[in-house]
C-alpha cells in the first residue's frame, strides 16, 4: 500500500480485508521507532501497547460488523496540547512533568476514539504552542519536509502533528490552530490543514494559548481526509465533500497585508496557482481588506495571545519560569502589563473587526493568499532569536488575519514536485466551512500541475 494513503483509501483497504487495524499500527509504530527517522522528536509519548489493543478491538469489530465507522482502525496522533486518560498532558513542556494524569479524554479525543480511530502517540509541539516555528528545546525538534540533509524547520505550533502525517507515522493528526498552528505546518510539509470556525469545536481538555483565538482542526493527507475528521470532532455526520467546479469560484485576492513582502518562491508558487485557477475559469478579483491593518492595531501590545496565556501562566510561570524556553515566557510575560482596560478594548476592537470583514466578505466564495509568507526556514537558521522572532512574525501573519476575523480556512499544498514546500490558503468568514471544503475539494488537484 502506498505510505502516504487518503482515510478512504484505508477505509476500503479495511473494508476489503486487504489490510488490518493491527496491521496499519504496527506499520506506525515501526516508522516511529526508525532510527533514521525523525520519529523520536516528533513524538513526545507513543503507548505502544494500548494502540495494539485499540487497533486489535477494532479488528473484532469490524468482522463482527460493527466497526463504529469505517474508519474505525485508523492510527492518528493527538497533539500534546490535549488530554488523553490516565497520560499526562505536558504541551511540549517540562514545566508539567509533575502534573496528574488526566482523569479523562478531551472531547475531542473522546470522538476519535468513538469513531474508531486508533490514538498512536502525543506529538511534539512548540512549547504551549506559543510560535509557528516548530522549533521545541526540551523534545527537540522535527525536521520538516524540504531538503533534510540540511533540516528545516517543520512548522508550528503542531510541528509533530504534521510530521506525523508525512512520514506516515500517523494517517491523520490532531492539531490546534491560534494563529496558523494547523495550517503552517500543513504548508511547510506538502499536507493539508484546516482550521474550523472555533464555535464548532469543543475547546475543553486542552491546554489554552488564547480562549478568543484557540481552534481546534486536523492536519491530513487530502482535503476529504480533513473533512471528515472535522465532522468527527465537531460530532457531525461524516459526508463525502462533493467538489465544486473552478468553473465560476468567486475568489477574493487581499492586497491589503496578506502578499506583502513575500519570499521568492512564495510569490511565483502563488502567481501560478492562481494563474491556474483563472485558466479553469475561477474569477480573481483583487481586493482592498482594509479590516487587516486593524489586526496589527489590536495586537499591538502582545493581543489576546500575550493577555490570556498570562492569565493561564502567571503563578506556573512564577515558580518554574526557568525552565520554559526563553522565547516563549518572553511572550507570556508581555500580558503582564496588560490592564483590564486594554484586554475589554481588544474585545470591543475585535467584535467590530468581525462584523465588518464579514460584511466586506460576503460577496466572495472565498478570499485565497499564500499560507505563510515565509518558505521553511533552516533550523541553524533560527537558532538566533532575532532571526527567529522575525521568520515567526512572517510565518504566522496571513494566518493570524483569519482566526482574528473568526473565519475558517484551510491550507493547500500549491507547489510542484521537488520544490520548495508552499500552501494556498483558502478562507471565508465563521460557518463557511462547508464552502470552503467544497471548493477547496475543486481546486486540489489542479494547484500543482
Known sequence: MNSRPTLAALADALASGRTTACKLAEDCLARI????????KTFIHVDRDAALAAAAAMDTLRKANAAPSRFAGIPVSIKDLFDIKGQVTRAGSRALDDSAPA??????VARLRRAGFVVIGRTNMTEFAYSGIGINPHYGTPKGAWNRSVGHVPGGSSSGAA??????????ALGTDTGGSCRIPAAYNGIV???????RIPLDGGVPLSSTLDSYGPLARSVNCCAALDAVLADEPIVAVQPRPIKGMRLAVPMTVALDDLDDAVARTFDRALEALSRHGASIMRIEVPEFLDVGVIGAKGGFAAAESYAWHRFLIASKGDIYDPRVSERILRGEALTAADYIDMLGARRSLVARAAARLAPYDALVMPTAANTPPRIADVADDKAFGVANLRSLRNCTLINMIDGCAISLPAHREGEVPVGLMLAAPGGADRRIFELAAGMENTLRV
Not at 521507532?33 to 523520536?40: I, K, L, R, S, V
Request: hydrophobic residues 30%.
Open 33 to 40: 521507532a526508525d532510527p533514521n527517522g525523525e520519529g523520536q
Open 103 to 108: 482523569d479523562a479524554d478531551a472531547p475531542v
Open 163 to 172: 510530521v506525523s502525517v508525512l512520514d506516515g507515522m500517523a494517517h491523520g
Open 193 to 199: 490543514g484546516y482550521k474550523p470556525t472555533q464555535r
